[in-house]
């Protein structure tokens, strides 16, 4: 399972230091894709079989644009030495990261977001809110 924070910078070639704890979940190759709110979804191989798997389930009609989403833009990646994954340049954009980037570890998958836009993401997140969801699934 997939979990923490971690804050940290893009280099000038678009290269991030991806956390060894969420590497060592990932594995030694993992897909970065456009993910929902302008953010970046990081899969493992294997999750992103079971995203693929699930999709070819859908009828077309269903599952074209989802396709188009998360497949037409995806990357697959492989950390250097030193630990550091290259997110090619239309995932930043898509992403809005320039600089400071948090990579959160949520269940099954990763995400990469630009700082400003995950603190702003996550002020929306009140209290209230959390309880309504959590009553909603019976918790």
């Not at 893009?10 to 590497?23: E, I």
């Not at 990081?42 to 077309?60: D, G, N, T």
């Amino acid at each position: 399972m997939l979990t923490g924070q971690y804050a940290h910078n893009l280099d000038t070639k678009g290269r991030v230091n991806f956390p060894a704890r969420l590497r060592e979940e990932l594995g030694e190759r993992f897909v970065i894709t456009r993910g929902l709110d302008n953010c970046l979804f990081v899969y493992s191989m294997e999750e992103w079989a079971f995203l693929a798997a699930k999709l070819h389930e859908l009828p077309i009609s269903k599952s074209a644009p989802l396709n188009r989403f998360f497949f037409a833009g995806a990357a697959e990646v492989e950390p250097d030495k030193q630990g550091r994954v290259l997110i090619p340049a239309h995932l930043r954009t898509y992403a809005g990261l320039d600089r400071d980037v948090v990579i959160a570890g949520v269940s099954n998958r990763a995400e990469i977001w630009d700082s400003a836009r995950w603190e702003a993401n996550n002020a929306l997140l009140t209290s209230e809110a959390i309880a309504n969801a959590m009553d909603e699934l019976g918790f």
